[in-house]
């Protein structure tokens, strides 16, 4: 048994203006063959899956290149070509192969290539020939195309929001692949299309987490091999965008496909029911206290890095300082600049400073204000799950009793360390405002009072009616009656 597994994946949000290079992959995350940590990342997963899997069962395993870029707009022509083509020679060389793996985030959308996973499934499928397993594991923000769908035999998607499970979901798509290539199971796939642009669930929130147990609990049994509910990414404007179930069954496709059905039209019911309310800037001092205890969790879901736009909108930094009397907090604004600025200043320096709102039209207006440094670092470094995320050279300042950490790298804000690590206090914090959308909500609900999500109006963009999509497939809802 030879196994070959590498990894390709970010996701472009096709609104954002933030170009994506080879070097981009690179400073995010980037390992040659046999070069990946021990810890996996969100997106390459199936490699140290694959690894432990090898050890166990004494198969050969074959590693490729694993990248993948924070996410931001466009990816160029040529770093996609270039990473492909790295990944598919290695794929050649490694033949003949059983299996064949993929780590994608199944939303990456480069110049020229709406659609890259397929793309590069399809050329993958073209080097191993029909009877080789071809498999992928996305996030459930992905774009599940026809095409990507008839060129694998297995697609498995994380089932949880905040995205806790992947690496039980790509240890599960390499078990899936094993008993497939041993001839145990015969996977058809059935792709159901919900017709709809921003469905979807929190599963932090009870309607969602219903809808995941009842899916996990047709797992696994009745010919049914995995069941993953794409939720889509709306913030792309690509032909294939929006809501899809899709089923594995055991050589029974009829079945796969009423069952794709089934859940697909159980997802378009749920509408909104399994999504938070949003809480408007000018509404989290009056919410915050409201509650007894303290912090109180904000998440700016739309101005969250993890969701390809820049995270240096300073809304709530203006918003909170016309509450000096409201112990706050807010992380973690991207804004190298500044970093650079705190760090010449040093600990316990003060400087007028100017915060956020620096790299595009979409981030707002930055704030101006006489700071205080708290604390200073080469790396801030966090965990989400079990992988570990940089924020580079970063540093924390204080305006009165309003604490703001900035990083140098784009990423969202997973865990109260990028807090705590530069000395800030959050069990003194009234308000706590964070840059993600709901990663953040795993590690902290473990500190929270409570915790609400914002809606501070962009950029990311939150609402699909009023984003012009012209590579839609019509009809499609909102946009259209369905
Ligand atoms: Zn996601």
New binding site residues.
């Given amino acids: 048994m030879r196994m070959f597994v590498a990894a390709l994946g970010t996701e472009t949000n096709t609104f954002a203006p933030l170009p994506v290079d080879r070097l981009a992959f690179e400073r995010a995350f980037y390992a040659p063959p046999g070069r990946h940590p021990e810890t996996p990342t969100l997106t390459t997963a199936p490699i140290v899956a694959a690894r432990a899997r090898a050890a166990r069962d004494g198969f050969t395993l074959v590693e490729g290149t694993s990248a993948w870029a924070e996410p931001a707009g466009l990816v160029s022509r040529t770093a996609y070509e270039g990473l492909r083509d790295e990944i598919l020679d290695q794929l050649r060389a490694a033949m003949p192969v059983d299996i064949a793996l993929f780590g994608m985030h199944g939303a990456m959308v480069a110049d020229g290539y709406d659609d890259t996973e397929g793309d590069l499934l399809a050329r993958a499928r073209e080097i191993v020939g029909p009877d080789a397993i071809i498999g992928a594991e996305h ?3 992905c774009h599940l195309t026809p095409k990507r769908v008839a060129a694998a035999d297995l697609i498995v998607l994380f089932k949880e ?1 905040p ?1 806790t499970d992947f690496l039980a979901r790509a240890e599960e798509l390499v078990d899936l692949a094993l008993r497939a290539a041993r001839r145990e199971i015969r996977p058809v796939t059935a792709l159901h299309d919900c017709r709809l642009i921003g469905g979807g669930y929190m599963t932090s929130n009870p309607v969602g987490r219903a809808f995941v147990e009842r899916v996990r609990a047709l797992e696994g049994k009745d010919g049914i091999l995995s069941i993953s509910i794409g939720h889509g990414f709306h913030a792309a404007d690509v032909p294939e965008v929006g809501s899809k179930v899709l089923v594995i069954a055991d050589g029974d496709r009829a079945k796969a496909e009423a069952l794709a059905a089934t859940l697909g039209r159980e997802l378009v019911a749920m509408g909104r029911a399994g999504s938070p309310h949003h809480v408007k800037p000018e509404e989290t001092v009056a919410v915050a206290n409201g509650y007894p205890g303290r912090p109180i969790v904000f998440a700016d879901r739309w101005d969250n890095p993890g969701g390809g736009v820049p995270g240096d909108g300073a809304i709530m930094i203006e918003t909170l300082l016309a509450h000096a009397d409201v112990p706050a907090a807010i992380g973690v604004l991207w804004d190298p600049i500044a970093v650079e600025f705190c760090r010449s200043a040093g600990a316990g320096g003060n400087l007028w400073l100017r915060i956020g709102g620096k790299s595009t039209p979409v981030s707002g207006r930055p704030v101006d204000a006489h700071v205080v440094v708290r604390a200073v670092t080469d790396d801030l470094v966090i965990p989400f799950e079990q992988s570990l995320v940089s924020f580079g050279p970063s540093a924390a300042v204080t305006i009165g009793t309003l604490d703001i950490v900035l990083g140098s790298k784009r990423t969202q804000t997973f865990a109260p360390e990028a807090f705590t690590k530069l000395g800030v206090d959050l069990a003194a914090k009234k308000i706590v405002v964070v840059k993600s959308s709901n990663h953040f909500h795993a590690a902290f609900s473990r500190i929270a009072h409570a915790i609400h999500h914002l809606d501070t109006g962009g950029p990311f963009p939150p609402d699909p009616t009023r984003v012009t999509y012209r590579k839609a497939r019509r009809p499609i809802a909102p946009l259209d009656a369905v």
Avoid: I, P, R
Wanted: hydrophobic content about 40%; aromatic content about 20%; charged content about 20%.
């Fill in positions: 996030d459930l923000h929001f995205h």
